[in-house]
Each structure stands twice: as C-alpha cells, then as structure tokens.
C-alpha cells in the first residue's frame, strides 16, 4: 500500500475538513435561502464540482511525485519509478471518479421517484439532498474503511466480483416500468416507526402539533435517500476497489463524485427520459467491473492496465448516451412526421 492511513491520517484529516468548508459555503452562502434550482445554475456548479476535482486530481499527482521521489519509504523499494507510479494513482484517481459518476446516474432516477412520490416542491429539494450527501459521504467512509480491510481477502474480492456481474447482468434484463413506492416495504416500515404529518411545512424536517413532534414528507424522503445509497456503495465502492487497491484513491474519488450529485440531478432531471439506453451502458459497466475483480486482473499479473480500464467505462458510457440520444431524435422526427401527414389527412377532409 502506497498510502497507508497511519502515515497519511492527516491527508485524510485535511481533505475531510475542507469537503465540509465547501459544503458550509455551499448551504450558508450560496444556497442559504431555498429556492428552484435551474438547470442553467446546476449546469455551472456542475462544472465547478467537476472543475474542483480535477484540480485535486492534479495537485494530488504533484504531491505524489513529490512524495514517491524525496521519501526513503519509497525510496528503498527496488525498481520504483517515481514519476510512473505518481501518473498510475493520478490516472486511478479519475478512473475512480469517472466510474462513481457513472454509477451515480441510479442515485438521479432514484431521487426522482422519491420526490414524486413525496410530493417535495423543487424548491425543497436542495435541502434534502445537502443533508443526504453529507449523510452519503459518512457512510461511504465508513465503507472504504471496511473496503480496504475486507478486500485484502482473496475470497471476498470474488465474492464482490460476482455481486457485481449479477448486479449488471440483473440490470441489463430488468424491465424499465416506473417504480412505485406505495407498496415499498422501507417506504412502509418508515410510517410505522415515525409520527408522519401529511403535509409540506415549509422546509422543516420535524413539526410540533398538539405538543407531539412529527416528521414531514421531507424527513422520510432524506431517509429513504441515505438508505437508498447505502445500498448502491454495496456496487460502487467494490467497484473503484477493483480499479485501484488504495483506500486513500478510493475515499477522495469517491467523496469528489458525490459533491456533485445535486447539481447533476437538477441539470439531467427534465432530460433524463432520454437516456433510454444508459441502463444498459451502467450494467455493462458493472459487469467489466466484475470481470476485473474475478478473473482480468490476475489475467494481467495483479492489475488490468487503468489506462485500458477508463477507455472501456468512458467507451460502454459513451456508446449508451449517443445510442439514447440517436434513438431519441429518430423518435422526434417520426412523431413529426406522424403529426405533418394527420394534419394534411385533416386539410384534405376538410
């Protein structure tokens, strides 16, 4: 391990300090009063989050090469080649952060269904979703954390391989009707343990009526999103463990693709439905993911090349949204076309 955490605590310690000086900045100035988000405004924060953690991405790859060629720690280990080594974890960082992107367009579907179900005006949904990334980034901590202790056993690394695959195979057959949360059974068990109050107050979580608290509409939708993404690390963390075997790559791409989460869900929400293809592109994904975690990295001595790894996730990717895109303008011209000749089927009766 490069970067072990009793050397590098302190690099955790500082890279979590500043995600949450970002995130302050985030709700106690920039979005400090509720309101709709636009697409134009998510579009540039969306860009900002992307900005920043390409950034980290190079300073990081400065402070490894710092750090691989002045350290005797590295220094002593036969062979070591500073500058390629510093290269390889910079390009696992964005592989890393590319594949957590990726898998993060189930997080956008999910947050959608959610919201409509509860009825959350968009002016709200900032809200929920600030205090449900930062509940995710506790969680995915805590999972990295027993990520890079789990996935030292052989017999552990098959066995998240294989969920993998299952998991992509499952999503390529899965059908594509729209999900119903009326019959849920976390959606049930969540009224049966909270007081609920059936209306919107405002942007408050909890309401006071008659001296008893309730929660609102809000605060089950928060939690059914943190259980909801607690479920997708199980793919996702497993996932980045099979690109690079650093906990300290894993945890900062890992946090950096969460950040932005919300200003993706707001500038893909009214366009989504034509992605029609992009669950396939997502299970594809998984599935190689998978493969590489069972059987190509001991294929190719320990480690498939990550230059190879991010040309074929960028490529699955890129193939389902062009195909999704092609697919949604051929929709487009015929329904025009459909449209042109009833009105000239019309012109002529009349």
Do not use: C
Not at 58 to 67: G, K, N, S, V
Not at 74 to 90: H, T, V
Not at 147 to 163: D, P
Not at 185 to 197: A, G, T
């Amino acid at each position: 391990m490069l970067f072990p955490f009793n050397d590098y605590w302190w690099f955790y310690a500082g890279f979590t300090a500043f995600v949450l000086m970002v995130l302050a900045l985030d709700l106690g100035i920039f979005h400090k009063k509720a309101h709709e988000v636009s697409v134009k405004e998510a579009s540039i924060w969306t860009g900002i989050w992307i900005s920043l953690a390409l950034t980290f991405n190079y300073l990081f790859y400065l402070y490894a090469h710092y750090r691989f060629s002045t350290h005797e720690r590295y220094l002593s280990i036969p062979g070591f080649n500073a500058d390629e080594q510093a290269k390889a974890s910079a390009l696992e960082f964005l592989t890393g952060f590319v594949v957590e992107k990726t898998l993060a367009v189930d997080n956008i579907f999910i947050f959608a269904v959610v919201f409509a179900y509860f009825g959350i005006p968009k002016i709200y949904q900032h809200r929920i979703l600030f205090w449900g990334i930062l509940g995710a980034l506790v969680f995915r901590g805590a999972f990295v954390a027993m990520g890079s202790v789990l996935m030292q056993y052989h017999a552990v690394v098959i066995f998240f391989g294989g969920l993998l695959i299952l998991t992509g195979i499952k999503m390529t057959f899965a059908g594509s009707e729209a999900q119903d949360l009326e019959n849920n059974f976390v959606v049930k068990q969540l009224k049966k343990i909270f007081r609920v109050h059936p209306k919107i107050e405002g942007q408050h979580f909890f309401v006071k009526k008659d001296g008893l608290t309730y929660v609102t509409p809000l605060f089950l939708s928060l939690v059914f999103l943190e259980l909801s993404d607690i479920i997708f690390a199980v793919d996702s963390v497993p996932a980045i463990f099979a690109l690079t075997k650093e906990p300290l790559i894993v945890f900062t791409s890992n946090i950096f693709a969460i950040l932005g989460l919300r200003s993706m869900y707001f500038m893909l929400a009214g366009i989504m439905d034509r992605f029609i293809y992009i669950k396939y592109g997502l299970a594809a994904v998984l599935i190689f993911v998978g493969l590489k975690m069972v059987w190509l990295n001991s294929a190719f001595d320990g480690k498939f090349p990550v230059t190879w790894s991010l040309g074929i996730i960028t490529s699955l990717i890129g193939a389902s949204i062009v195909a999704s895109l092609i697919n949604t303008k051929k929709s487009k011209i015929s329904d025009s076309a459909l449209i042109l000749k009833k009105e000239g089927i019309s012109h002529e009766n009349g």
